[in-house]
Each structure stands twice: as C-alpha cells, then as structure tokens.
C-alpha cells in the first residue's frame, strides 16, 4: 500500500527478551519519527531520523532503546531486556520534510508479560 | 509538565450539534498547532492546522481557533457526524527542549450519540 506500513501489528514477548518492530515509510519521505503510545496518554515522541542519521533521539526513555535506519527507508526499533513498562502502541511516521504533516501507519502493539 | 493539555479525556455530543474540544499550552514560543484524529486500532491522521499568524482557520465542517493571549485552542466540529467519535490530539512541533517531534496532548474521546 501507499501508506506507513508498521509490522507487527502485536508482539508479546516475556519480560527481559528483544524485540525488533519495523517501519516502512511512505516513499520518499525523508523524515521518519517513532512514538510510543501508553494507555490513555498521547503519542509520545522516541526519536527521530532525517534520512540514515538520527537527528534527534532525545526520547528514548534509557540505553535499551536503539533504532536504525540504514538506507533511509526502513527503520527498525530495537528494545534490549524488555521490561513490563515499555507495554505500549509504538507508532511511526514519516513525512516529506522536517516539520511537515506526519502520517503514522497503524502501530506495532507491545505487550511484555 | 504536560506543555499541551487536553483537560477533557471524554466529550458526548447529539448528533448534529456542535462539538468543542479545548487545548491550552504552557510555551509561549508554541507557534503552530496541529489536530490528529485517531479511530481504535490505526495511526492518528492529520486533521487540520493552524499557525499563530491566524487566530482562525477553517475546513468544511472543522474550525480551528487560536487564543494566543490565552494559550489556548479549540477544534469546532460542526454538524457532528458519527464518524466523528473517535480520539482527538492537540500536538505542536515546539517542545521547548530542542526536540524535534511532534508534542502531543492527552487525547479528548469524542463520542457522537445518535
């Protein structure tokens, strides 16, 4: 499709193991964002690329949370010794320039038990 | 601290009328604003703008407003439809702390009663 397309839709994984969730923007979008969403607050902003670099990762909660985006496109975030506290909707989103309308895709829902 | 609030986390409204949903801001150097409305299970999507040169701006049936004295704004949604209930985020791209992203409210849940 032509929209941000996010997978997978739900992992539930125990506590302490790794987790991958992986982003495919919306082509040509050069910006890429990655939120986490708790229950009852709002998205909450983790980090963000502008094309291979991460431009700003001043979200990310501690050292477990990683993300890469190696060719510009695909992004993957990587937690590390998942806790039950990182539970959430992780939401990305991608826009054709800084600042510009975000279009999220659907959310990869997290549930460490 | 919570620079955009949502104090609202529910609003019912009558089919046909008017609904309001508010959002104040606590930076001053907030400049331009954003609703996003999220259905259960999908990713928020952008709904309308507005910049602090405007205090209005409007788009067919959605109205945004901007208090600046005030900090505050609201989204008119007039008439409500059904598919109008759904969540509702207040969000600027100013954080104040050098963050890039998008900073979200809490969330308003309109709910459209027939």
């Known amino acids: 499709g032509a929209g941000v397309s996010q997978t997978p839709s739900n992992k539930v994984t125990e506590k302490g193991k790794y987790v991958e969730l992986r982003c495919d923007p919306i082509?040509?979008?050069?910006?890429l964002y990655w939120y986490r969403q708790s229950l009852g607050q709002g998205p909450e902003f983790l980090i963000y690329?502008?094309?291979?670099?991460?431009?700003?990762d001043s979200g990310l909660p501690n050292d477990r949370f990683f993300a890469v985006r190696p060719e510009g496109s695909v992004s993957t975030l990587k937690i590390q010794r998942t806790e039950r506290g990182d539970s959430a909707v992780y939401l990305c989103a991608s826009s054709f320039q800084v600042a510009g309308e975000l279009f999220f895709g659907e959310g990869s829902r997290l549930t460490v038990l | 601290d919570q620079q955009v609030k949502q104090n609202s986390p529910s609003l019912s409204v009558q089919e046909g009328r008017i609904s309001i949903l508010n959002c104040d801001y606590t930076n001053s150097m907030f400049d331009y604003f954003l609703w996003y409305k999220k259905y259960p299970a999908e990713g928020p999507t952008f709904l309308i703008s507005i910049s602090s040169i405007k205090d209005k701006n409007e788009d067919g049936r959605f109205t945004v407003f901007l208090n600046k004295s005030a900090k505050h704004l609201s989204l008119h949604i007039v008439p409500s439809q059904p598919g109008d209930s759904a969540v509702y985020f207040c969000a600027s791209p100013y954080s104040g702390g050098g963050a890039d992203g998008l900073t979200f409210g809490k969330g308003t849940h309109l709910i459209i009663q027939p």
């Open positions: 690329f502008q094309g291979t670099g991460a431009a700003d």
């Open positions: 082509s040509g979008h050069t910006a």
